[in-house]
């Protein structure tokens, strides 16, 4: 049914998608650092950060606005967290793969993901997406020894103010097929964990461009992985 009413809606989809490019306003990431060392305490944590513009913090002014930096107050000077962000707008999968591939070996102890809108816009589809997907998992397990992951579910893309009906409607069903079908791999791995999309994607808390989070929601994702990490170290 899905690919039916792709078929069928193509036509006015991909129209939509043009005014959608044309029309929306092209925001920058966020200024700031993008690796660093925060805190003294007695326990180290090194954190990498992965994903799109979402995770770039385009929609906040400054990387301390955005999720990196909201991870990070939340962690306050109570350890001694070694980061860092690597995230590119228009990021998808593959591109992440390929990049991290291409640079020298690393240690870290957790990586969070952002991704998976960029693919929906390319229509990749759920077969590719879990080959690429598992494919990432394993570089980040076998190069850089991570020992637990935390991957950002899609966000419901028929909730993006920048995004009208019907296509914010065909977008939301692609994300959710994603989720849908990495959320039941995630589901047989010990050491990753499928961060469910709970942010409230109202108008007032989307950046505005209406496509990407604003500062608000970067508070709330960033303490929702918090928790997970915090969960994680049994603290």
Not at 12 to 37: C, D, F, S, W, Y
Request: hydrophobic share 45%.
């Amino acid at each position: 049914m899905h690919r039916l009413l792709k078929y069928i809606l193509a036509p006015l989809l991909i129209l939509q998608a043009k005014q959608v490019r044309k029309n929306t306003l092209r925001l920058p990431e966020a200024r700031g650092p993008r690796k660093g060392i925060q805190g003294q305490g007695e326990r180290k944590i090194r954190l990498l950060i992965l994903g799109d513009s979402a995770a770039a913090g385009v929609g906040v002014d400054d990387q301390a606005h955005a999720l990196s930096g909201q991870i990070l107050a939340c962690f306050g000077d109570k350890f001694r967290i070694e980061w860092e962000l690597i995230a590119k707008t228009g990021a998808t999968t593959a591109d992440t793969v390929n990049h991290l591939e291409s640079l020298p070996q690393k240690i870290f102890d957790v990586a969070i993901t952002s991704l998976g809108v960029n693919d929906v816009k390319l229509g990749v589809t759920r077969d590719q997406w879990m080959v690429q997907q598992k494919q990432l998992i394993s570089l980040l397990r076998k190069k850089f020894q991570v020992k637990k992951l935390i991957l950002s579910a899609v966000p419901p893309m028929e909730l993006f103010p920048a995004l009208p009906w019907p296509l914010g409607a065909y977008l939301g069903s692609c994300s959710r097929q994603l989720n849908h079908s990495i959320r039941a791999w995630i589901s047989t791995q010990t050491d990753c964990e499928f961060l469910e999309f709970n942010l409230p994607l109202e108008k007032a808390l989307m950046a505005d461009d209406g496509f990407h989070p604003g500062p608000r929601l970067h508070t709330i994702w960033a303490r929702e992985i918090f928790q997970r990490i915090d969960q994680h170290l049994g603290r």
